[in-house]
């Protein structure tokens, strides 16, 4: 069965850095690419970018590029997405998703990952 | 950017209905070297991921009740839902993954009546 498996619930200050991870099982890590959307709270869906972890090649959303960095660890099968520091607008649910190439669905999704950033 | 939008924004329908949600991307989002629309549909219930239910505007993944069908081409999709179940209580979102950003639309909450 193919998973992801996304870290657990954060809850941070302004300024402060943040690493989230999504562990994938189930299919050969490094041939497909990974998504990171954010959803917050109570609005829609927007990708903020992809890796594929066979080469490292990344690509982002304009409206994220320069706000997160989007790495992977092919030794342990894990995505992450990270913060340098966090503002308040950052509080969302954040989910990762898999798709087969750059021109396809995501599917599946990972379970999320809420950040709250409050003082 | 290839905008998405969805009408209508919230959709109350009675058990047995039959559902149908719109999508219009701002520019084609058919691949003329395959003939292949880059159209997909999500339901996402309370407090769950969005999960697949159609590609290529109207192929069903695995497992995807056959109620739910998707059709249309170029800019202009449907997503239908034959005869609604409960269980389809949900927000339901097109994406287009035809170039980058990969967009959605805003959504459509569906309720029962």
């Known amino acids: 069965d193919v998973q992801l498996v996304q870290s657990g619930e954060e809850v941070k200050k302004p300024g402060e850095s943040l690493k989230i991870s999504c562990e994938a099982s189930?299919?050969?890590?490094?041939?497909?690419?990974i998504a990171w959307v954010r959803q917050m709270p109570g609005k829609g869906l927007e990708w903020m970018g992809s890796i594929y972890p066979g080469d490292s090649d990344t690509r982002y959303s304009p409206s994220f590029q320069g706000q997160v960095t989007i790495s992977a660890d092919k030794s342990i099968n894990t995505v992450y997405l990270q913060w340098s520091s966090l503002k308040a607008a950052d509080t969302a649910m954040y989910y990762c998703?898999?798709?087969?190439?750059?021109?396809?669905?995501?599917?599946?999704w990972g379970q999320g990952t809420l950040v709250t950033v409050s003082s | 950017d290839i905008v998405m939008t969805q009408s209508p924004d919230s959709l109350a329908m009675s058990l047995g209905e039959r559902a149908t949600i719109n999508c219009k991307s701002s520019q084609s989002v058919l691949y003329s070297s395959n003939n292949e629309n880059y159209l997909a549909w999500y339901r996402q219930k309370p407090g769950q991921p969005p999960k697949l239910l159609i590609y290529s505007a109207s192929t069903r993944e695995s497992g995807v009740p056959a109620r739910f069908s998707g059709s249309g081409s170029g800019t202009d999709f449907t997503l239908t839902i034959s005869s609604l179940q409960a269980e389809d209580v949900a927000v339901y979102y097109c994406?287009?993954?035809?170039?980058?950003?990969?967009?959605f639309g805003q959504g459509t909450k569906l309720e029962i009546k």
């Open positions: 998703a898999r798709h087969e190439g750059t021109m396809r669905w995501f599917d599946p």
């Open positions: 994406q287009q993954y035809y170039s980058t950003p990969y967009t």
């Open positions: 189930g299919y050969r890590f490094t041939s497909y690419w």
